[in-house]
């Protein structure tokens, strides 16, 4: 199929189905449980409405930002997802290549198909790619991968703390995809937790016990570079977040693959607003959402909420499988394009001038 048929961001998914094997399709689309939080995730978008503004001069459309210091074409970044080479053999390297010629952040997984060397070796000149980490138990191992990222020359490192157990996954663990080996040996080992609930299973390699003080760590072995929490599902959270020296955080349910029933992004966002609005628009700390995002006016709702930039994980995986790099630079075009119409419809030049204002939140 070729691919001036996508118009919009679900025709992805649609065409990535048929090419996908089962158990990469369940692997990929699956949620936890019920899938509550991965249906609310994009849900809730649909129940924020705008208050556009007319008779204003909006010929000239900037939609570049700034994500964790590095330039964007706009406020969007690539999620880390896990094996994104179930079904497409460039795997993450296809999304690197992608995101160059979209001029946006990529995060590579801690659990990718290709690694964090191959990746830096595929970068275009100039172009940035950040690291996501799942914490070590064994804090000296963590420490080791945290300077190897460092040394490779990531961007940032995003600690994800919402995986202290993996939740769930029904569709998954019927197909038993974790069972086939990450090609650069991060094998997924499942192990009982204890005797008692022998039904519950968590990563060897996750630990159950992250502190606020793994945000030094990381820091002490990464000099200079940002650290971001991904994962958080409540504004407190956010608030000790910033106090414990984090740089960012990625308000995130895991894209519901967590724990079922976690607030939408969009709801933790709002709750920030009303509750701790002195963690947002700030030059020292930046607030990411992701989940659910699929149109450009998803990316405006967050923006006008203030979020600093919103990150996209299935999408890309789907674009990948299907299309390649271009089907990663396609996705980003489109929501591109989508966001420039839907700002000046909406009144707005640039995305410092969104505000909460410009949203009817009665719904959410
Ligand atoms: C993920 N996500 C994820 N997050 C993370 O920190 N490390 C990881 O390795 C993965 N792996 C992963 C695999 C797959 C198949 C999916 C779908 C998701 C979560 C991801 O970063 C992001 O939070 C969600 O994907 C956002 O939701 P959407 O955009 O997929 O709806």
Known sequence: LGIDSIIVLDDFEKYARPVCPASAWDYYSTGVEGENSMKENSAIYDRVFFRPRVMRDVSDVDTSTKVLGVSSSIPLYVSPTARNGLVQPMGEVAVTKGAAAGGILQVLSHVASKSLEEVMKARSKGQQVAWQMYMKPDREVAAAEVRKAYELGAQSIWLTVDTVVLGKRTRERYTQVEKQPAPHGTKLTRVPCSREAQALTRHSRHDTNLTWEDIQMIKKNAPG??????????????????????????????????????????????????????????????????????????????????????????????????????????????????????????????IDQLGPEYLNCSRI
């Open 225 to 350: 570079l940002p650290v971001v929490l991904k994962g958080v599902g409540a504004w407190e959270d956010v608030v000790l977040a910033q106090q414990a020296g984090a740089d960012a955080v990625v308000l995130s349910n895991h894209g519901g693959r967590q724990l079922d029933y976690a607030n939408p992004p969009l709801k933790t966002l709002y709750d920030l607003n009303e509750n701790a609005p002195q963690c947002l628009r700030r030059p020292d700390f930046q607030v990411f959402v992701d989940g659910g995002i699929r149109r450009g006016t998803d990316v405006l709702k967050a923006l006008c909420l203030g979020a600093n930039a919103v990150g996209l994980g299935r999408p890309f995986i789907y674009a990948a499988a299907g299309w390649g790099p271009d089907g990663v630079e396609k996705a980003i075009m489109i929501l591109r394009e989508e966001l420039e119409i839907s700002m000046r419809l909406l009144g707005v030049t640039n």
